[in-house]
């Protein structure tokens, strides 16, 4: 249903200011004293407050002399925003009046952002100005903006003017694009000096033959290729490069234990964005990136493929994703995965086992997963529990509290154990430091030819 559009001439653009209310009430006090000390003072006091009354209406004139003081408009950088991130949302506002007037601006947030007090002070300027505030979504989905609003008012700052730009908007909210551009502006060299992530010695010459190169100091003497260095009389060695074209797959859970927050952020959504930069930085790395979501039923599912559009699909699919409040259903992961992926390939599994009970359900699914590819399985730290663990006793309380926490943080411990024992890879990790130590496995796991 479309707003009624009301004048900008109207009534209820008319505000009076604090200042105002703050004069008027003084010349209320004085004009009450003034009836005790004398028929002088008050002519004077009553003559002073029609002067105020004149200055206020000239200062109602004033702002209201011109229909359309500002135009003004608001841009969107990215054509979209990212989840989870501080994304930048401009006005462009150009002055069309000669005289300079300050401002308070309101924008018509979306309901979902829960902003109820934004509000932002300025100057209008001669030339065309901008601007910019962030907001941080913490839901993908349709974000709607409303109207935007300016509070106008003269040096005097007695009459405020509400003027406003008619300018409904609606963006899409996506899995954190910001990320994922971040590490693809990035070389993985770059990435591994300046993120933290785990720089590895290869092991063996399971790759790809690439070409035959002169000998420079640091190449391992192994590679010596003895046959050309007799017949080119200097040394050369054999270049190997990581083995392209592998699958690497991420099967996201979007059952009820993925609901939990952190953050503002669901842990779907932290798997959902990991999966995102993941499959960047594989498809990056020549490999194939594939998508499978599930819970009771399955949702999305993509093959694994390296073509151009590969990554607009993952992103569409990943901005779809909404969880369930059903229980996962291994059972049926295990079959879909058969189905669809049909040769040994690298599987981030993104799940949340909270109990070792759960974790025994579903095993021996996990474990026929593992025995076809190689399955790395996401083990989430719950940082509130982590912190009760390390908190101060200080009555009956906090020490039944702090047993629990223990007792939670020993099961975990107990659940990444049972998984080592059955060799199954895993990541045990905070949500925030999901992405990047996905990555790091990632990289492990090829610098160890183990894909």
């Known amino acids: 249903m479309s707003k009624q559009k009301s004048s900008n001439y109207s009534f ?37 407050f029609y002067c105020f009354l004149l200055i206020s209406l000239g200062d109602f004139i004033f702002l209201f002399s011109k229909e359309k003081p500002l135009q003004a408009s608001r841009i969107f950088p990215n054509k979209v925003l990212s989840l989870g991130d501080a994304n930048t949302i401009r006005v462009r506002i150009e002055q069309l009046t000669k005289y300079s ?45 409303g109207d935007m609003h ?26 954190s694009i910001y990320q994922m551009k971040r590490y693809s502006l990035m070389s993985l060299k770059k990435i591994q000096t300046e993120l933290g992530v785990k720089k590895l010695r290869k092991l063996g010459h399971s790759y790809e033959f690439e070409q035959i190169k002169n000998y420079v100091a640091g190449d391992d003497v192994r590679t010596i290729n003895w046959k050309a260095t007799s017949r080119l009389n200097t040394l050369m060695v054999n270049h190997y490069q990581d083995e392209k074209s592998q699958q690497v797959y991420f099967l996201i859970d979007k059952s009820r234990t993925m609901n939990m927050p952190f953050e503002g952020l669901s842990l779907v959504d932290y798997a959902i964005n990991s999966s995102l930069v993941l499959s960047n930085i594989a498809i990056q790395k020549q490999d194939k990136a594939g998508l499978i979501s599930f819970s009771d039923k399955i949702g999305s599912t993509l093959k694994a493929n390296n073509n151009a559009a590969q990554m607009r699909k993952i992103m569409n699919a990943l901005y779809k994703e909404r969880y369930r409040s059903s229980e996962a259903n291994y059972e049926l ?17 993104f799940s949340n086992f909270e109990t070792l009970s759960t974790l025994n359900a579903a095993l021996p699914h996990i474990r026929r997963i593992n025995k076809r590819h190689l399955l790395v399985l996401i083990v989430f730290e719950n ?7 390390n908190s101060t006793v200080r009555n009956t309380k906090d020490v039944y509290l702090k047993t629990i926490a223990n007792k939670y943080v020993l099961e975990k ?7 080592k024992n059955y060799g199954i890879q895993t990541i045990f990790t905070t949500p925030e430091q999901l992405t990047i130590n996905s990555i790091n496995k990632y990289l492990e796991l090829k610098s160890r030819g183990l894909i």
């Open 12 to 48: 209820e653009n008319i505000f009076l200011s604090p200042r105002f209310f703050k004069i008027f009430a003084g010349f209320v006090g004085l004009i009450i004293c003034s009836h005790f000390i004398g028929p002088t003072s008050f002519t004077i006091v009553k003559a002073a």
């Open 413 to 419: 411990k107990n659940m990444i154990q049972i998984l």
């Open 150 to 175: 300016f509070l106008l008012s003269s040096s005097l700052k007695l009459i405020q003017r509400r003027y406003t730009v008619e300018q409904e908007a609606e963006i899409k909210v996506f899995p």
């Open 383 to 389: 940082t509130e529990v982590k912190a009760l663990q």
């Open 101 to 145: 007037l300050s401002f308070q601006f309101i924008d018509e947030l979306p309901q979902v952002l829960q902003v109820f007090d934004f509000e932002i002070a300025g100057k209008l300027q001669e030339e065309p100005f901008h601007l910019d505030y962030k907001i941080e979504p913490k839901r993908r989905g349709l974000y709607t903006f």
């Open 333 to 349: 992961l295990f079959q879909i995965s058969r189905k669809l992926i049909t040769r040994r390939s690298l599987i981030f599994l």
